[in-house]
């Protein structure tokens, strides 16, 4: 899919050219999945329960079943699969957003073993309470970018691929663009999400100091890092800046999602895309200088040349735009500064960190006294002039506070550290905690608007301000599932969790909605469908016409009608919008994960 315009912010230039190149898509491919077509009321499975389970004492324990069989039940049993350990306990009815629920919590429950809830004659899937039910998917979920793995053969998957890319769309020259990773359920190599996943594998090992036996080795998180910044290394311009992705498409179509010859300069090579993005930049300069960091020791050449490609791209580049661009700026800032130890990133890193909060809305706007604590960015009014609204990036919500707690922890002796922290603490406590507890399901939804932007479903929050659960499907024709939001707001929230741990304080409020939102990927949600393959059940088949079932990926997950209301694809349409797996949902969910591990 093409990931241009989404990434760049939504509408714009490409946006055009993304639409053609769905259209095309749909006209060679299946046929359209119809978001019309959701959960029939009444259907099952009213419970929503997370299929892996939960730790014995991290996160809360909760149960949520739909309120629409007759007539309602009044109580749930909970029994171990092997007898005769059971109890039963009352349901309590709740109102909120996707219509009533039953709902009740067992958090007291710490007993280790595997057990099934009954509601009104409806069983849940089993479901552990272990402590490592979560850490225990990391191995799978990381071996997921083993499938991807483009320039070499990968047995079982598929013969080596892609030993011609590539030719530069400007001038016609070829490059060695050979490596990296395929991104999606396509061929293509965009180099925002898969920067993201070598970001994400050096953050699992470093929240994992120690493995145990069930999780990925460092060699094996090492050698996977390694293999992709086999590729961005390449995509390093001589002056410094990266460029955008190899066999995106030209014209925003997809014409580059092919297998080819691996024969350099025939007919099917495919395309570098030269243009050149901050964010790419910063995020470029993130990873090498975490590469500089994991493999100094064990391959100083190899470090070294890391940390002068981070280094160049940071000099090369202007380090301004918009709250997005800042916070990867700012995480590039602090990984230079622990790699070097230089003072001129500590003083860049502090300048970042003072336009970040000025990008944070501090009070009540838009005639309400609700939430507060979002980034902004501007947008036009109807009349074509510009105001501050609410932030809004489906991949990386929270990515201007994670900057925020990573300056935190850089720099110990910021004059500013005091109110980064107090930023996320707002960020979290007056606009996050809010907006998810709108619904039983502790969603927290993916957009705040002011006013209807789109002839569609806008939920009315206070004043001016709206909001969707998922996205607008008549804003653009690119829309799909929010699974990356999802675990990058867990992502947050787990951070500043652990933030609060390690000084002491209570971080508990901050896991407990966490866990909700990776819970919600792993099958409490209306259509109890895990999106994970290789774990849980009901998983959709996936979105993924060139290798088909990988291990460990996840899905873009549920997306929304008009109305606001979840869909999903069950019925093998091949929907790309809800069952195509994506590099972010992988790295964030392993990231967050991981970080949750040491969070409570
Ligand atoms: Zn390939």
Redesign the pocket.
């Known amino acids: 899919m093409n990931r241009r315009s989404f990434l760049s912010g939504l509408g714009g230039a490409s946006t055009l050219s993304v639409i053609a190149s769905r259209r095309a898509a749909a006209q060679a491919g299946p046929p359209e999945f119809d978001p019309v077509e959701k959960d029939a009321p009444g259907a099952t499975p009213a419970i929503a329960l997370n299929h892996l389970g939960f730790r014995p004492r991290a996160g809360k324990k909760t149960l949520v079943v739909r309120a629409t069989a007759k007539p309602l039940a009044t109580e749930f049993e909970l029994r171990d699969v092997v007898p005769p350990f059971k109890f039963k306990r009352s349901l309590e009815k709740t109102e909120g957003d996707f219509g009533p629920f039953l709902t009740a919590e067992f958090t007291d429950l710490v007993r280790p073993g595997i057990y099934q809830i009954n509601v009104g004659g409806e069983r849940s899937v089993p479901f552990f309470i272990r402590e490592d039910v979560w850490r225990r998917t990391l191995a799978r979920s990381v071996g997921y970018y083993r499938y991807q793995r ?2 070499v053969a990968v047995p079982g998957v598929h013969a080596v ?2 030993l011609d890319d590539a030719r530069r769309r400007d001038t016609g020259e070829h490059v060695d663009t050979v490596g990296g990773w ?1 991104d999606a359920g396509d ?1 293509r190599k965009w180099m925002d999400p898969t920067v993201l996943n070598g970001i994400s594998l050096l953050n699992v090992l470093r929240n994992l100091p120690a493995p145990r036996a069930e999780d990925p080795t460092h060699q094996q998180l090492l050698d996977e890092a390694r293999h992709g910044n086999l590729y961005f290394l390449k995509m390093q311009d001589k002056d410094g800046r990266v460029w955008h992705d190899v066999a995106g498409g030209v014209n925003g179509d997809n014409s580059d999602n092919h297998w080819t010859d691996n024969i350099i300069g025939t007919a099917d090579d495919r395309y570098i895309n030269t243009k050149k993005l901050e964010r790419i930049a910063a995020m470029f300069a993130t990873l090498e200088a975490m590469m500089a960091q994991v493999f100094r020791g064990a391959d100083d050449p190899y470090a070294d040349r890391c940390l002068e490609a981070g280094a160049r791209a940071w000099t090369a580049s202007a380090r301004r735009g918009s709250a997005l661009d800042l916070a990867w700026w700012a995480m590039a800032a602090c990984e230079l500064h622990r790699t070097t130890g230089k003072p001129a990133f500590r003083d860049e890193a502090l300048r970042l960190g003072r336009d970040l909060l000025a990008l944070q809305n501090t009070s009540f706007a838009f005639d309400q006294k609700l939430v507060r604590g979002y980034w902004t960015e501007p947008s036009p009014r109807p009349s074509g002039s510009l105001q501050q609204t609410p932030f809004y990036n489906i991949v990386y919500p929270g990515l201007p506070a994670l900057a925020l707690i990573n300056l935190y922890e850089s720099f110990p002796a910021a004059a500013d550290r005091g109110k980064w922290k107090d930023a996320v603490k707002l960020h979290l406590d007056e606009f996050v905690e809010p907006m998810a507890s709108r619904s039983a399901y502790r969603l927290i939804p993916s957009g705040l608007y002011v006013g209807r932007p789109s002839p569609e479903t806008y939920r009315p929050l206070a004043g001016q301000l709206t909001y969707r659960y998922f996205m607008p499907v008549n804003k653009q024709f690119w829309w799909q599932g929010i699974n990356s939001h999802l675990g990058c707001s867990a992502l947050l929230l787990g951070q500043f969790a652990r933030l609060l741990r390690d000084e002491g304080g209570d971080g508990k409020p901050y896991l407990d909605l966490a866990y909700p939102q990776l819970e919600w990927i792993m099958g409490a949600n209306p259509f109890g469908a895990c999106l994970m393959t290789g774990e849980g059940m009901k998983n959709p088949y996936p979105h993924s016409r060139f290798v088909g079932l990988i291990p460990g990926g996840i899905m873009n997950g549920i997306a929304g009608n008009a109305e606001d209301e979840p869909v999903l694809d069950q019925a093998y349409m091949i929907d790309w919008r809800t069952c195509e797996y994506w590099s972010p949902h992988v790295a964030f969910y392993l990231w967050a994960v991981s970080t949750l591990e040491n969070a409570a």
Request: overall charge neutral.
């Open positions: 483009c320039g691929c892609h395929h061929l």
